[in-house]
T-cell receptor, first 113, second 112 residues
């Protein structure tokens, strides 16, 4: 995967742990996104960054903390998660020009014990 | 509440048949419409997008858009077992061009 990469691909953590998810896009895009995908539910947009600035926070609990140091990198810092936070976390990027197609990374499968 | 609705399926079609996947949306201001395919355990991958009323063809795939009826569909001709996946419809929100609203997806099963 040379477009949008994510690490780790799988993560198991306890409720008291602190971990971080990393996303990197190699497409020269200007916007990056975090999504949560749970079984039987639509993709849920969590955060949007345009040119490193956060432009959307979709009422995400504070135990999820995003960081975007530059237009190519996006992190999601996790702490004191709950079992219901177990899901597939997807990163995406877009070029910022119409139709602004979203390109997804492979995702991180997170399990909270 | 802005929504994108899809029948969750499963939609079962025999190999070689045409699969028809449908999606309705509630935001009349939406301008861009996307179809993604997602295999189990994988991330969504773009099949095609459409933004003008009518049909858009790309190989075995045809997207159809009717803004008056707030309806977008995807036709897959000559369906193959490898097309078996969940198909996600996504619609851009009228308030922000880079914010997509996804449906829950339709599971397609192509029977050999």
């Amino acid at each position: 995967e040379t477009g949008v990469t994510q690490t780790p691909r799988h993560l198991v953590m306890g409720m008291t742990n602190k971990k971080s998810l990393k996303c990197e896009q190699h497409l020269g895009h200007n916007a990056m996104y975090w999504y949560k995908q749970s079984a039987k539910k639509p993709l849920e947009l969590m955060f949007v960054y345009n040119f490193k600035e956060q432009t959307e926070n979709n009422s995400v609990p504070s135990r999820f903390s995003p960081e975007c140091p530059n237009s190519s990198h996006l992190f999601l810092h996790l702490h004191t998660l709950q079992p219901e936070d177990s899901a597939l976390y997807l990163c995406a990027s877009t070029p910022g020009t119409f139709p602004d197609t979203q390109y997804f990374g492979p995702g991180t499968r997170l399990t909270v014990l | 509440q802005k929504e994108v609705e899809q029948n969750s399926g499963p939609l079962s079609v025999p190999e070689g048949a045409i699969a028809s996947l449908n999606c309705t949306y509630s935001d009349r201001g939406s301008q861009s419409f996307f179809w993604y395919r997602q295999y189990s355990g994988k991330s969504p991958e773009l099949i095609m997008f459409i933004y003008s009323n009518g049909d858009k063809e790309d190989g075995r795939f045809t997207a159809q858009l009717n803004k008056a009826s707030q309806y977008v569909s995807l036709l897959i001709r000559d369906s193959q077992p490898s097309d078996s996946a969940t198909y996600l419809c996504a619609v851009n929100g009228s308030g922000a061009t880079n914010k997509l609203i996804f449906g829950t997806g339709t599971l397609l099963a192509v029977q050999p």
